[in-house]
């Protein structure tokens, strides 16, 4: 009896508690009340907030906003109506007109969906005096983005109308609503948007609108979207433009001190504004469709290319970290490196030096004996190459390469940084040695990477093994950047190794006898590596990596132009006028500038192309 009584009384409880908590929700706490969009007595129509403006790191205006007007339509509440003259109107045709009408019936009856984007002020002026003859359908105001400066589309991103797989996801969008779909405008989305306003509107029983619902009460207005500050110099990004016309590839500049992006250059590139109104969809189109030149791929963040001579750098310091060489170790070149069995493999040196070579050297004369000598040995200290290769693999890792960087922009490539797990796969039943992969010590072999992998690399060695992660955004209107910006992240080598390297990057401009002795400028102490990457399908890629001053720098760079022969030739004298400009603010080798400025490799890619269509 006790057990049944204790059951009852259970039962009791459970039932007060829950008619109790609904009676607090339906009477008492009337934020349930709201009226669902499907609510046939109540019209629910949103009013769109302005979207966040973004600047330039000082202060120049990059995106704007210029007003908008959209047709909506509610399909329930059309009328009959002489759709020939409604679609003269808005300059569409009746397939279209019902193309559009039905995808609104697919997505509700009810809530209203977008009818036809982005009128023009003059169809707005002339449609908004006819619209009362046409039931279901009114005109929504909404803004557009506008770029007053023809750059950046690469880094600024666009906006574009949501698809129902979107609004699935985040039903805070409704169909033909707009949303960040690349760039800054994707990755910020939520901080540039904003919240939309909503009004509710009391309909009675003959569907004629009788007033604000509940007074209002539910209606909220709409809160601006938050402007943006960018990490990025635009007068040093547009001169990174023109440096790279007629030429394909990347250019990515960092402040080492910071992880600050000052440049985000890819080419070729196209103007953003065409991205904006009507005609965005067919932009696309064209770009997209464009196979050859791929103005839409931004090749500073997803174009993978082995790193080639920079990564010697990598090199020098895994062998002075792990210890199988120092300052004054020597290693003979003898126009090359021999190896394999039989000594029958043969890894060609170009740096000219026969006899003795020491670290210094070996980095200011790109010398392909001296590393492959030092990956080797840093292979072979371990008992297995297993082993050997994955803690120089943990050691390149440190640098940021071979990984996503974890940063605020909206796309990018991993790289590839091999380990020992990949090279057992690759030669499952043989006994492989360091030599199988002797190509990696030279920045060739399995080792692909990003410009800017390769620019945060620099700028890691700039800082004398530290790093911060690069990113677009400075400032956030009323908010902050993510802390992990702000926080350095180290690498495996110590401190003291990275001095005497730095030293060998300073003599590649100022010995004689310096890959880049030729590119130095006056007055600025710059340090880089010149590089070509060998290219299967053409001529080879040059590339070169750098940062100034050597002490306190405030920027590094690296420069990808594609098939463009070897490092000093294109790379090299880009990454010194990029250098130049920001630091001095314009150059003193007018005559370089102008040879880069109206250089051309086009004829290179057409080449190339009609050799790829045989």
Same mark, same amino acid.
């Given at each position: 009896?006790?057990?049944?009584?204790?059951?009852?009384?259970?039962?009791?409880?459970?039932?007060?508690?829950?008619i109790?908590?609904?009676?607090y929700?339906q009477?008492?706490?009337n934020?349930?009340?709201?009226?669902t969009?499907?609510?046939?007595a #109540?019209?629910?129509?949103?009013?769109?907030?302005?979207r966040?403006y973004?600047?330039?790191r000082?202060g #120049?205006?990059?995106?704007?906003?210029?007003?908008?007007?959209?047709i909506?339509?509610?399909p329930?509440?059309?009328k009959?109506?002489?759709?020939?003259?409604?679609?003269t109107?808005?300059k569409i045709?009746?397939?279209?007109?019902?193309?559009?009408?039905?995808?609104a019936?697919?997505?509700?009856?009810?809530?209203?969906?977008?009818?036809?984007? @982005?009128?023009?002020k003059?169809?707005?002026?002339?449609?908004?005096?006819?619209m009362?003859?046409?039931k279901?359908?009114?005109?929504?105001?909404?803004?557009?983005?506008?770029?007053?400066?023809?750059s950046?589309?690469?880094?600024?991103?666009y906006?574009?109308?949501?698809?129902?797989?979107?609004?699935k996801?985040?039903?805070?969008? @409704?169909?033909?609503?707009?949303?960040?779909?690349?760039?800054?405008?994707?990755?910020?989305?939520?901080v540039?948007?904003g919240?939309?306003?909503?009004?509710?509107t009391?309909?009675n029983?003959?569907?004629k609108?009788?007033?604000?619902?509940?007074? *209002?009460?539910?209606?909220?207005?709409?809160?601006?979207?938050?402007?943006?500050?960018?990490?990025?110099?635009?007068e040093?990004?547009?001169?990174?433009?023109?440096?790279?016309?007629?030429?394909?590839?990347?250019?990515?500049?960092?402040?080492?001190?910071?992880?600050?992006?000052?440049?985000? #250059?890819?080419?070729?590139?196209?103007?953003?504004?065409?991205?904006?109104?009507?005609?965005?969809?067919?932009?696309?189109?064209?770009?997209?469709?464009?196979?050859?030149?791929?103005?839409?791929?931004?090749?500073?963040? @997803?174009?993978?290319?082995?790193?080639?001579s920079?990564?010697?750098?990598?090199?020098?310091?895994?062998g002075? @970290?792990?210890?199988?060489?120092?300052?004054?170790?020597?290693?003979?070149?003898?126009?090359?490196?021999?190896?394999g069995?039989?000594?029958?493999?043969?890894?060609?040196?170009h740096?000219?030096?026969?006899?003795?070579v020491q670290?210094?050297?070996?980095?200011?004369?790109?010398?392909?004996?001296?590393?492959?000598?030092?990956y080797?040995k840093?292979?072979?200290?371990y008992?297995?190459?297993?082993e050997?290769m994955?803690?120089w693999s943990?050691?390149?890792?440190?640098?940021g390469l071979?990984?996503?960087?974890?940063n605020?922009?909206?796309?990018?490539?991993?790289?590839?940084?091999?380990?020992?797990?990949?090279?057992?796969?690759?030669?499952?039943?043989?006994?492989?040695?360091?030599?199988?992969s002797?190509?990696?010590?030279?920045?060739?072999?399995?080792?692909?990477?990003?410009p800017?992998?390769?620019a945060?690399?620099?700028?890691a060695?700039?800082?004398? *093994?530290?790093?911060?992660t690069?990113?677009?955004?400075k400032?956030i209107?009323?908010?902050?950047?993510?802390?992990?910006?702000?926080t350095?992240?180290?690498?495996?080598?110590?401190?003291k190794?990275?001095?005497?390297?730095?030293?060998?990057?300073?003599? #590649?401009?100022?010995?004689?006898?310096?890959?880049?002795?030729?590119?130095?400028v006056?007055?600025i102490?710059?340090?880089?590596?010149?590089?070509?990457?060998?290219?299967?399908?053409g001529?080879?890629?040059?590339?070169?990596?750098?940062?100034?001053?050597?002490?306190n720098?405030?920027?590094?760079?690296?420069?990808?132009?594609?098939?463009?022969?070897?490092?000093?030739?294109w790379?090299?004298?880009?990454?010194?006028?990029?250098?130049?400009?920001y630091i001095?603010?314009?150059?003193?080798?007018?005559?370089?500038?102008?040879?880069?400025?109206?250089?051309?490799?086009?004829?290179?890619?057409?080449?190339q192309?009609?050799?790829?269509?045989?």
């Amino acid at each position: 009896m006790k057990r049944a009584a204790l059951i009852y009384l259970l039962v009791i409880v459970v039932g007060i508690t829950f008619i109790s908590r609904l009676f607090y929700l339906q009477i008492l706490d009337n934020k349930y009340n709201i009226p669902t969009l499907n609510n046939s007595a #109540v019209k629910v129509t949103y009013e769109y907030p302005e979207r966040g403006y973004i600047y330039d790191r000082n202060g #120049v205006l990059l995106v704007a906003n210029q007003l908008s007007y959209d047709i909506m339509v509610i399909p329930q509440e059309v009328k009959a109506l002489d759709t020939t003259e409604f679609c003269t109107l808005i300059k569409i045709t009746k397939n279209d007109f019902i193309k559009r009408l039905n995808r609104a019936k697919r997505y509700s009856l009810r809530i209203p969906s977008t009818f036809l984007t @982005q009128l023009s002020k003059e169809d707005y002026a002339y449609l908004q005096e006819k619209m009362y003859k046409y039931k279901g359908f009114y005109i929504q105001k909404r803004s557009l983005r506008e770029y007053p400066i023809n750059s950046s589309p690469n880094i600024l991103g666009y906006i574009s109308e949501v698809n129902e797989s979107m609004i699935k996801k985040n039903p805070y969008y @409704q169909l033909g609503e707009l949303i960040g779909t690349a760039g800054v405008e994707k990755t910020y989305e939520e901080v540039l948007r904003g919240r939309k306003g909503v009004k509710y509107t009391h309909r009675n029983r003959f569907n004629k609108e009788i007033g604000p619902y509940k007074n *209002g009460k539910y209606d909220t207005l709409p809160i601006p979207g938050s402007d943006l500050k960018l990490t990025i110099d635009i007068e040093l990004q547009q001169y990174g433009e023109a440096l790279m016309k007629n030429k394909r590839g990347g250019i990515v500049a960092i402040e080492p001190a910071t992880g600050e992006i000052l440049a985000l #250059v890819s080419s070729p590139t196209y103007n953003p504004n065409l991205m904006v109104g009507r005609k965005r969809s067919k932009n696309f189109t064209k770009l997209y469709l464009d196979y050859d030149s791929k103005p839409l791929l931004d090749r500073g963040l @997803q174009a993978q290319y082995p790193p080639g001579s920079p990564f010697k750098i990598i090199s020098a310091l895994i062998g002075l @970290q792990e210890g199988v060489i120092n300052t004054h170790t020597s290693i003979k070149c003898l126009g090359g490196y021999r190896y394999g069995k039989n000594k029958d493999a043969f890894m060609k040196c170009h740096c000219d030096t026969y006899g003795y070579v020491q670290l210094n050297k070996a980095i200011y004369r790109s010398c392909n004996s001296y590393f492959a000598n030092a990956y080797r040995k840093v292979i072979e200290k371990y008992p297995t190459p297993a082993e050997g290769m994955n803690v120089w693999s943990k050691h390149v890792k440190s640098f940021g390469l071979g990984d996503y960087l974890d940063n605020d922009l909206s796309v990018g490539k991993k790289g590839l940084i091999p380990d020992g797990d990949f090279y057992n796969k690759w030669y499952p039943n043989t006994n492989w040695k360091a030599t199988y992969s002797i190509s990696n010590a030279i920045g060739q072999g399995e080792v692909l990477t990003t410009p800017i992998q390769l620019a945060n690399m620099t700028a890691a060695v700039a800082n004398r *093994g530290f790093y911060f992660t690069p990113h677009i955004v400075k400032s956030i209107e009323g908010g902050k950047i993510n802390p992990k910006f702000t926080t350095p992240k180290y690498t495996t080598i110590d401190k003291k190794y990275f001095e005497p390297v730095v030293e060998g990057l300073f003599n #590649v401009f100022e010995h004689p006898r310096g890959t880049a002795s030729w590119s130095k400028v006056k007055g600025i102490e710059i340090c880089g590596k010149t590089g070509t990457s060998e290219n299967p399908h053409g001529q080879d890629h040059s590339i070169f990596i750098a940062f100034a001053p050597k002490d306190n720098p405030k920027i590094a760079i690296a420069v990808f132009v594609e098939n463009g022969y070897w490092g000093s030739r294109w790379a090299g004298p880009i990454a010194s006028l990029m250098i130049e400009k920001y630091i001095n603010g314009g150059t003193s080798r007018p005559w370089e500038e102008k040879r880069i400025l109206n250089g051309s490799l086009q004829e290179e890619y057409d080449k190339q192309l009609k050799e790829q269509k045989h």
